[in-house]
């Protein structure tokens, strides 16, 4: 497809529901970096906070909303993705999605934070549910192409079209130059070619893999974020990382999560010795906001030096149990646990970004021709701490709006410029990739003991400076050496660390995800106020390749 109106980066259900709506208009080029299927939404298991139940109202929920945010929401953002809900929910079920039904109509679970039943979901693995059908309609539509094994390494800009002599007042993002990882040449970097586009949408996911322990896929190691800061696209409240509180703790279980639909319908945490904690730490219990959670876990673990807690369901029936879980029932039989008889050990671990590349719930961000959808963006939705299950819920909403806003871009490029070559002259391929692995395993190992659940001046000013030293080698290898899919990503994830870390340090008090000793209590006068960050412009004139910037600094 050559010069397709819309780029699309990434395939989960942000990225494919965009594509779907777009394609009603123009031609449609999705990449991915490994198989369509991989993405955080076929992990997903809990599912889609709407309402549709009598008893519960828009007001219900855009307070649960509200309040799990902790002063940080845009309330106008809430309203309109709460009030969409149930018609985005709708179209979903008519593309073919099998949400689960009782006789009275959508089956509806209850997660945390929610303070009624509007969970919709399709049994317990909702988000593979959703991503097999929009994988299927996406490959047959005739105005769509997927091309998997595809790493986008940096965004096209003006500055870095053919002809260009001096960079414009105001850059334009005009695509982006792509990684044929099919090409197992040098790891594919002979195959790295400018993919230009009319409007280019990031819908990459999170950056679960910036951190040891993650629920998230291989995939998410936040390429949007890292090319759209790289790019001069502002990025907000990056120090809200939220961790899910019960994944499986098992030397053979990679980031196996346990769904908070399981506390939902009654499963309490207990520590090692069998006492129920989490009375203790709010009035809500098990079913307290995830960051309440989380840092109670945590806490409960660090004080009484234990590795894990238990998760218990086995108070309930065994084929209620059964029932309503079975994928997630199967699964831990293959670990050794039975759900109906054994408490499932837990740990929490690094599961969404409620901060992202600053953008409207259209997608629109402060760079022209760039849209970022899904969890790649920050709209406001989340503020400092997301509710269970909004996620999907915000990656269908903006995807609607997403595309009108696409098409509005893409009228404004009458012709797609031509880009310059990617240059790889006096590059040469690494001797050896032991350095890779261990920066690789330095990064996501300083984000996790530094910058985890609970933060300190001391721990963010230490990591600041570790990972300053590890980006300035990895910048360097990034220059001289031939580009992999392995020093990509490490690229990337070095530098939302580094980010991270940068908006952690500006928020000098403690709020939602964002728990720092020496602040304890939230700063009245933070509330609302997003922390928001931009590359230097300094660091943008930089070029030490000719189609891509170096390294910039924060």
């Known amino acids: 497809m050559k010069e397709p109106d819309v780029l699309v980066l990434g395939s989960g259900i942000a990225g494919l529901m965009l594509a779907l709506k777009c394609a009603a208009w123009g031609r449609v080029l999705v990449l991915t970096k490994r198989q369509a299927e991989d993405s955080s939404t076929n992990w997903a298991q809990g599912g889609i906070a709407a309402v549709h139940d009598a008893r519960d109202s828009f007001a219900r929920h855009e307070r649960d909303t509200l309040r799990c945010g902790a002063g940080l929401c845009d309330r106008e953002v809430v309203r309109q993705v709460v009030r969409e809900g149930p018609e985005r929910v709708a179209e979903l079920e008519a593309l073919g999605v099998p949400f689960s039904r009782t006789g009275r109509g959508l089956a509806l679970g209850r997660e945390g934070g929610h303070s009624a039943r509007r969970i919709v979901h399709a049994s317990d693995f909702t988000g593979r549910a959703i991503e097999q059908v929009l994988v299927e309609r996406v490959r047959q539509h005739p105005r769509i192409r997927v091309l998997e094994d595809q790493l986008a390494v940096d965004l096209i800009l003006d500055s870095r079209l053919r002809g260009r002599r001096a960079a414009p007042r105001r850059e334009r993002v005009w695509g982006a130059y792509v990684m044929d990882c099919r090409d197992t040449r040098d790891g594919g ?10 409007a280019t949408v990031l819908a990459t996911g999170g950056c679960g893999k910036v951190y040891l322990y993650t629920s998230n896929p291989d995939i998410a190691t936040g390429d ?14 990056l120090e809200f990382v939220q961790f899910h509180p019960t994944c499986l703790y098992h030397p053979a279980a990679k980031s196996f999560l346990l769904s908070e639909a399981l506390r939902g319908e009654g499963a309490v945490l207990r520590t090692l010795d069998g006492e129920r904690f989490m009375p203790r ?8 906001p995830r960051d309440v959670v989380a840092r109670a876990i945590d806490r409960e673990m660090k004080r009484r030096g234990e590795p894990h807690v238990l998760l218990d369901i086995t108070h309930l029936p065994a084929h209620r149990v059964k029932g309503r879980f079975p994928n997630i029932h199967a699964a831990l039989l293959r670990f050794g646990f039975d759900l109906t008889r054994d408490p499932i050990p837990v740990v929490p671990a690094a599961h969404y970004m409620c901060g992202g590349v600053r953008a409207t719930l259209a997608g629109r961000t402060s760079l022209p021709g760039l849209l970022a959808v899904g969890e790649t963006a920050c709209t406001g939705l989340h503020g400092a701490n997301r509710l269970a299950s909004n996620s999907l819920l915000e990656a269908v909403v903006g995807a609607h709006h997403g595309a009108v806003e ?11 410029p031509e880009a310059e070559p990617w240059q790889a002259r006096g590059t040469r391929p690494p001797h050896e990739t032991v350095v890779f692995d261990h920066n690789w395993d330095t990064v996501r190992r300083v984000m996790w003991d530094l ?11 230490f990591a600041a400076r570790r990972l300053a030293l590890l980006r300035e080698e990895i910048e360097l290898d990034y220059d001289r050496l031939r580009l992999s899919r392995d020093l990509v990503e490490l690229r990337n994830i070095a530098l939302v660390g580094s980010l991270i870390v940068a908006c952690a340090r500006r928020r000098s008090e403690s709020r939602g995800l964002h728990d720092i000793l020496d602040h304890p209590r939230p700063d009245p006068r933070r509330a609302g106020r997003p922390t928001v960050l931009r590359a230097p412009a300094l660091a943008l004139r930089r070029r030490r390749r000719l189609a891509a910037p170096g390294g910039v600094g924060l």
Do not use: F, K, W
Request: net charge positive; charged share 25%.
């Open 189 to 198: 970097s002979s195959r790295i070619r400018p993919v230009t586009a009319r």
């Open 451 to 461: 910058v985890g659940i609970v933060r300190s001046d001391q721990r963010l000013a």
């Open 224 to 237: 949007g974020i890292a090319m759209a800061y790289r790019a001069g696209a502002a990025v907000e409240n």
């Open 406 to 416: 696409a098409r509005r871009q893409a009228a404004r490029a009458a012709r797609v």
């Open 281 to 288: 730490a709010h009035r809500m219990a098990e079913l307290a």
